[in-house]
């Protein structure tokens, strides 16, 4: 079935390391999302990408990095310098960047812990 | 970015019809609306959008105001799996590529 993937589901790392999430979507679409949610709290916007190769901050893009080499793949890298790590992550992809006319999908997350 | 402003919460009973209104002021011609819900846990999914026309699919109905400066979906009959946070979004022109939420309406469902 068509669809985002992420993983892993739930993922567990020390402080001070980095650690990448992993997201992958085979409806070939063109743009791809990564959010930061917090308990409680809306979902804020890291990094997104409107074609292969090229992605732009979004506002809290600070202590993260992207990657986007391949169109189906979006790995974001949650690096040492992000103060608070510990958050669910959120992955989505829409046909085209912007445009509207369609739906965007989501993932189902990754919830990571830094301890 | 198109501003956004929803209310915090609302409530309803199980079965009865809910109106989530969400007030989009800023929105630019070709901006559509978009709304999403979000499960407790799970990844948002998508609800319903429409850019003038009043708009029905099989979950929800979507009414835009003349002016396109508000909109409500509507629930027609709520469940108790309706119990989630509701995202209105506008899509198009002023987003610029980014698909921003805003804090949405916490929707609870009595039984």
């Known amino acids: 079935d068509g669809g985002i993937t992420q993983s892993p589901k739930y993922l567990f790392r020390k402080e001070g390391q980095n650690v990448t999430l992993s997201c992958e979507q085979n409806l070939n679409h063109d743009a791809m999302y990564w959010y930061r949610q917090d308990p409680g709290q809306g979902l804020r916007l890291i990094y997104y990408s409107q074609i292969v190769n090229d992605f732009q901050k979004g506002d809290i893009a600070e202590g993260y990095s992207v990657s986007r080499e391949k169109k189906e793949s979006f790995p974001l890298t949650v690096t040492s310098a992000q103060k608070n790590p510990t958050a669910f992550y959120l992955c989505?992809?829409?046909?085209?960047?912007?445009?509207?006319?369609?739906?965007?999908?989501f993932g189902q997350g990754t919830r990571l812990t830094v301890v | 970015d198109a501003k956004t402003t929803q209310p915090n919460s609302m409530e309803s009973n199980e079965e009865e019809p809910v109106h989530l209104p969400c007030n989009h002021s800023?929105?630019?011609?070709?901006?559509?609306i978009h709304w999403y819900r979000q499960l407790p846990s799970q990844g948002p999914e998508y609800v319903i959008h429409g850019l003038t026309s009043n708009v029905n699919n099989r979950m929800a109905s979507l009414a835009i105001a003349e002016d396109r400066k508000s909109s409500t979906l509507i629930l027609h009959r709520a469940t108790l799996r309706d119990a989630a946070v509701y995202y209105c979004i506008p899509i198009g022109g002023t987003s610029y590529g980014k698909l921003t939420f805003g804090q949405g309406t916490i929707l609870t469902v009595h039984p």
């Open positions: 989505a992809s829409s046909i085209q960047p912007g445009q509207g006319k369609t739906e965007a999908f």
């Open positions: 800023t929105i630019s011609g070709t901006d559509y």
